[in-house]
């Protein structure tokens, strides 16, 4: 599939593209106002594995309602015949078949009328959606949960916070925030690969849930990062802390075997306790991380937030170590090449941005990105990504026509007013066209402030770049918005694929999003391929490309320069 323009996408009501995407005929019913059954199609007689002489006359509550939910669908039809309601309104209900299983439908209704207008009747079509239903389901759960430990995620964690803080503050009691960052994981990764890291980080968070009490929760809110929180504490939050990160440490200290090695892994903890250090959920998560900053640093202990201290100190520093690295040029993009699922041809590449950190090492995005969001310095580094790729674009306009290249925008970015004519601008300028790049945003950035971004991603779009949705699926995208927005592609969050095949929920929220994808006339990516068995997934459920480290891992420019000049000497 190429990349369609919005003319090609003729599709209204994206629930119902959905729905015809995962049923495989619509049912039809014909009721009489005493609720007797008196026509049905063969998809309906199929769905509820009753014959159509069996349906016919027979009370259709009674035969395909389940028990506990007759009385209320009884009422709801008879307020239908009543006309008290709108016969339009589209529904989900629950049918149960001949054999006792239980499927969700989406049902449309329609009255019929006799002669002098009076009710004589109601038609009802209805979609099969138990898929959807269930594979809403499990999106529900991944919104709220790390798919890799089943921990709850960030979000879920800041709900727990929140609770936790009103509860606190009732009852005069206290709560401690505990933030763990793993020392050593990074090597573990990297010299073990990444099924060790994740299995690593699998044993870390079982250790760690052996450590907790009931009232006790430990998120994982990304990385290699975990968070305890300790709530309702009648008191010495601080003691209680002090407790717990002992007890973390023993648990911890013990070797980790994994792929036939042995290591050990230790870990940073930063504490932070209400009312003490902060008085809502959010500061006291960011408190709480910024002391884990302070206990790296100083390599002894748990730290305790202190505000001088810690607050300022920190984050001015990692803020003007930032715009520093800006000055010192110590920024580098690595490229990951995005493959053709079907030949696995390279059709393009994504910029992704490292730091070479004198003081703590080569780091990934998500050690500074959020820190850079927060203080602005992403702006600046925004403007040297851009840059920095396009002085790559020509270099490698030499061998030939380009791939196309991927750079990510970030939220904070995307407020600036005069973003889009510099970026425009930047390009021109060296003589490149914007069609050789895709801007990705995330699906949470591309839905807040609906109109400034739509006129934003509409005049990227006019200007020629191609306009990709990253990480869909972990935001809560408007469908109707979606459909609306002037955007190309949509990249599906690796942590879906991550269950893929063996999850068959997981499996089915990648095939609805790829369905959806199609709908609506997008190229479709999917992101965090690492196994063949997912890649053969991808193309069975015929997914344009796909990226991921096991077709190859974010790289310096010279391995991609390495392949474009190979390319350029066969041709
Ligand atoms: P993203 O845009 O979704 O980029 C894909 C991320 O997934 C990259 O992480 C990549 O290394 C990782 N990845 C790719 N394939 C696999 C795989 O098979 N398995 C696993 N586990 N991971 C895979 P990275 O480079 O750490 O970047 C993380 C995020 O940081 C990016 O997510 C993007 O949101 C942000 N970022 C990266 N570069 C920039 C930049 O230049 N500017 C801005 N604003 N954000 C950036
Ligand atoms: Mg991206
Ligand atoms: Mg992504």
């Not at 016919?56 to 709801?76: H, K």
């Not at 995005?365 to 820190?371: E, L, N, S």
């Not at 920095?388 to 750079?407: D, I, M, V």
Request: charged share 25%.
């Amino acid at each position: 599939m190429g990349y369609l323009g919005a003319d090609s996408r003729g599709v209204h009501g994206l629930e119902s593209a959905v729905v015809d995407l995962l049923t495989n005929g619509t049912m039809i019913v014909v009721i009489g106002p005493d609720g007797r059954v008196r026509a049905v199609n063969p998809p309906a007689c199929a769905m509820l594995g009753r014959g159509e002489a069996e349906l016919l006359g027979s009370d259709w509550f009674e035969v395909a309602v389940p028990p506990g939910e007759r009385g209320e669908a009884r009422d709801t039809f008879q307020r239908l015949v009543r006309r008290e309601d709108d016969p339009e309104s589209r529904f989900q209900a629950r049918v149960v078949t001949a054999s006792g299983e239980e499927r969700v439908i989406a049902w449309r209704s329609a009255l019929l009328l006799d002669d002098e207008g009076g009710v004589d009747g109601v038609v009802r079509t209805g979609d099969d959606v138990t898929t959807y239903h269930l594979a809403e389901q499990r999106a529900e759960f991944l919104q709220h949960h790390d798919p890799l430990t089943g921990l709850p995620n960030r979000r879920l964690l800041e709900e727990h916070l929140a609770l936790a803080v009103a509860r606190a503050r009732r009852n005069e009691t206290s709560i401690a925030v505990l933030y763990l960052d793993l020392d050593g994981f990074a090597l573990v990764n990297d010299s073990l690969g990444h099924a060790a890291g994740d299995e690593a980080l699998r044993m870390t968070a079982q250790r760690l849930r052996d450590v907790t009490r009931a009232n006790d929760v430990i998120a994982r809110p990304g990385g290699d990062r975990f968070v305890f929180m300790l709530s309702d504490l009648e008191d010495g939050p601080l003691d209680a802390a002090t407790v717990v990160g002992r007890l973390i440490r023993e648990a911890l200290a013990r070797p980790y075997r994994v792929a036939g090695a042995e290591f050990h892994l230790s870990a940073s903890i930063g504490v932070s306790v209400y009312p003490e250090h902060a008085d809502n959920a959010d500061d006291l998560l960011r408190r709480a991380e910024m002391a884990m900053q302070q206990a790296r640093r100083s390599g002894s202990g748990p730290a305790f937030y202190e505000p001088d201290a810690v607050d300022s100190r920190t984050r001015l520093s990692m803020t003007s170590r930032l715009r520093r690295a800006l000055d010192r040029d110590e920024f580098e993009l690595h490229f990951q090449p995005v493959f053709a699922t079907g030949d696995q041809t390279m059709l393009g590449a994504e910029a992704l941005i490292r730091w070479n950190d004198p003081e703590q090492g080569f780091l990934l995005p998500a050690h500074f990105i959020p820190t850079a969001e927060e203080s602005g310095v992403i702006e600046g580094i925004g403007a040297w990504v851009l840059d920095a790729l396009c002085k790559q674009a020509r270099e490698w306009s030499a061998y030939g026509p380009l791939p196309r290249l991927s750079f990510n925008l970030s939220p904070r970015e995307m407020l600036r007013s005069g973003l889009v004519p510099d970026i425009i601008e930047r390009v021109v300028s060296y003589g490149l066209e914007p069609s050789s790049f895709c801007v990705e945003i995330t699906e949470s950035s591309a839905m807040c402030e609906p109109e400034r971004t739509s006129a934003m991603l509409r005049d990227l779009n006019e200007a020629g770049f191609v306009l990709a949705i990253d990480d869909f699926g972990t935001g809560h995208s408007s469908l109707t918005r979606l459909r609306d927005l002037p955007v190309q592609i949509l990249k599906v969050d690796r942590s879906f694929l991550a269950g893929v095949p063996t999850d068959p929920q997981a499996g089915a929220i990648v095939a609805a999003i790829l369905g959806l994808g199609r709908a609506l006339g997008m190229t479709t990516i999917a992101e965090g391929i690492e196994t063949p068995e997912q890649l053969a997934f991808l193309v069975e459920h015929r997914c344009d490309m796909a990226q991921g480290f096991l077709l190859g891992r974010p790289a310096p420019a010279a391995d991609l320069t390495e392949v474009l000049r190979r390319g350029a000497q066969a041709a």
